[in-house]
């Protein structure tokens, strides 16, 4: 079932980039007299070029953990993202167009411009659309493990399979866990681990008086933390011992009082 959704995803990814590319060539056909065969291997440059920083700009998103920074600092890092990937596009794109196409690729120089701003505009649309469909995860989370029940088995450790390699994570080690798309992302002290689970799963599952649901997206071990910051408006964030800093929601903080006895 994994697979057939990694299938889907795969599929519905270069569906999109292809719709992209039909766009791309329609609308330098309004702005560059050229032959349609040329305009289409421009765009076909594009979107392929669009793709692959596509990924990039996935896995950034991913580890980059921008949900824990003030809410000023996430729009400069989005907008310095923003000028660092089209700038990217920009370059790499005509950059093989004039490898491919050689002297015929100076006639897009004049376009460059409005290259840049649809660009811009992709990238908000993609930037907007994973952001959503985080969300959207979070919420399934919260629908998925309704069937556990209060008295369900406490576990004791954790165990990934990485490879061959199985690795086994008492609970006094684990850090952190963090939602990661369809995966969570187990911070150890002896490193970072992916596991195919949800978060809700783990909520039920854990000592509820050593692990609290700070945020939609955290899972803390309170033993790790080392001191709570406010910032902004009825905001806080939370110190570990391994020098990260996790945002923490209204209910979080709530939640995190009551099981620090604050």
């Known amino acids: 079932m994994l697979l057939f959704k990694k299938k889907v995803k795969i599929f519905l990814y270069i569906f999109a980039w292809i719709l992209y590319g039909v766009f791309h060539t329609v609308s330098m056909c309004f702005i560059i007299r050229i032959s349609l065969v040329l305009l289409i291997i421009d765009a076909i440059i594009h979107a392929s070029v669009w793709a692959g920083l596509g990924i990039l700009l996935k ?66 649309i993609f930037i907007l659309s994973s952001r959503r469909n985080s969300h959207t995860t979070i919420e399934n989370d919260k629908n998925s493990d309704k069937f556990f029940s209060a008295d369900c088995e406490i576990i004791d450790r954790i165990t990934v399979k990485t490879g061959q390699k199985l690795h086994i994570i008492p609970l006094e080690e684990l850090i952190y866990i963090q939602s990661d798309g369809d995966y969570v992302q187990l911070v150890s002290k002896d490193g970072k681990y992916l596991k195919e689970q949800t978060m809700k799963y783990f909520e039920i599952h854990l000592p509820q008086n050593q692990f609290v649901r700070i945020h939609r997206s955290y899972i803390v071990n309170i033993a790790y933390i080392t001191r709570i910051e406010s910032y902004g408006k009825q905001n806080q964030i939370v110190g570990l011992k391994n020098k990260e800093w996790l945002k923490v929601s209204i209910s979080g903080y709530k939640l995190l009082k009551e099981t620090l006895r604050l």
């Open 59 to 124: 896995q950034v998103l991913r580890h980059g953990k921008y949900e824990t920074l003030l809410p000023i600092q996430q729009f400069i890092n989005y907008v310095a993202l923003s000028v660092l990937t089209v700038l990217l596009w920009l370059g790499m794109s005509y950059l093989l167009d004039y490898i491919l196409l050689q002297k015929t690729a100076i006639q897009f120089l004049p376009t460059l411009p409005i290259r840049a701003m649809i660009g811009l505009q992709v990238y908000w």
